[in-house]
């Protein structure tokens, strides 16, 4: 397998490309990412010791630079994670959003029609179906995203649809639960409050932290996806959530546990995202179990977990937390909130 990994230098990208390079020894992994502030090459300095593994930095819109890549690595199989990711920026700016989250997925698709790739696997997300008070989204349950960014994503999503109904391009669509786990960019809930409360600083919990989140550990949404690639149906869509629902006061709860914090360090603010701020996300996952997949990790021990590596991996997330961008993020979006706490 010639595999091209876009966004393999984010978070769930590189774990998937560890994920493969341990479960096919014959493979040839391309990682195409374009480094915005989530992706970062410390992340990804182990696998491109292995020569099986090449690194171009290139965005997935630029349609020119993804078509010599798949002519050059004679490519037989992608796997998207490009994208942008948080909901929060999306609210301050979502041109970006689109472009990456809807142009590069059209971007791809037509590459894998044109070279006749065997399989594109785009991973999206839960987040696409919106919010469900009682029950589960099924993947025939309808879209209705609330925010840019989930709106973008199930933009990708349709266009994945169209293409494969329109022109039989192999396409898949995974959607994942919220994942946690090694080198998650310390802007989402878990990275960013252990990173904060490490420091004694204060954490924002939006409201009063009764949203539910169904959380899933990196590597077994990356498992999830290596089977859809591998036995999935073209045109098809899969969930991956491990049916592991929190409300985020029960995550907050065990990180100040994890990092022996007191809870006065948790500010609860007023809610940034307002009616944008899904409630609950809960997925049936019949179909991915069905291809032989089960997610394997606790949540409560894996996340403890989590927190030991990111106690132990300052040298990964430290510079990040300094940088220049992710201050002024931190700064514009937290600012009127935490105030003299920030
Ligand atoms: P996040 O990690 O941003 O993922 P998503 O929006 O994709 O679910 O947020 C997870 C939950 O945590 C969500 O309900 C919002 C909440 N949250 C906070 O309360 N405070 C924070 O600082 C962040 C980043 C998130």
Request: glycine share 8%; with cysteine.
């Amino acid at each position: 397998m010639n595999l091209l990994v876009c966004g393999g230098a984010g978070f769930i990208g590189s774990n998937f490309v560890r994920l493969m390079l341990e479960r096919e020894p014959g493979c040839r992994i391309a990682i195409l990412d374009a480094l915005t502030y989530a992706g970062n090459m410390t992340t990804i300095a182990d696998v491109l010791a292995d020569p099986r593994c090449r690194f171009t930095h290139g965005q997935i819109q630029d349609a020119h630079t993804v078509a010599e890549l798949v002519k050059a690595k004679k490519i037989t199989h992608i796997v998207n994670f490009a994208a942008e990711t948080h909901n929060d920026r999306s609210l301050l700016e979502s041109g970006s959003f689109i472009q990456t989250d809807v142009f590069g997925v059209h971007v791809l698709l037509e590459a894998t029609r044109k070279f006749g790739l065997e399989r594109l696997v785009h991973v999206s997300t839960d987040e696409v179906y919106g919010s469900i008070a009682e029950g589960r989204f099924t993947e025939q349950s309808p879209l209705e995203p609330n925010t840019p960014y989930s709106a973008s994503k199930a933009g990708g999503d349709l266009q994945a649809r169209a293409h494969f109904v329109s022109f039989g391009t192999p396409v898949i669509v995974t959607r994942g639960g919220n994942n946690y786990g090694p080198f998650q960019y310390p802007e989402k809930l878990i990275p960013f409050f252990v990173t904060r409360l490490m420091d004694g600083k204060k954490v924002p919990l939006y409201g009063d932290g009764s949203q539910v989140r169904e959380w899933i550990h990196v590597m077994d949404h990356c498992e999830g996806i290596e089977k859809v690639l591998r036995k999935g149906e073209p045109g098809q869509v899969y969930n991956i959530g491990d049916d592991n629902e929190r409300a985020n006061h029960e995550v907050v709860r065990i990180l100040l546990e994890e990092t022996g914090r007191d809870a006065a360090l948790v500010k609860s603010i007023p809610d940034p995202r307002r009616g944008a701020h899904d409630k609950r996300y809960s997925m049936a996952c019949d179909r991915v179990r069905a291809l032989g997949w089960m997610p394997r990790r606790s949540f409560h021990e894996h996340l403890r977990e989590t927190v030991r590596w990111y106690r132990e991996h300052e040298a990964w997330w430290r510079p990040i937390a300094e940088s220049e961008a992710y201050e002024s993020f931190v700064k514009a979006f937290y600012g009127p909130s935490l105030g003299e706490d920030l």
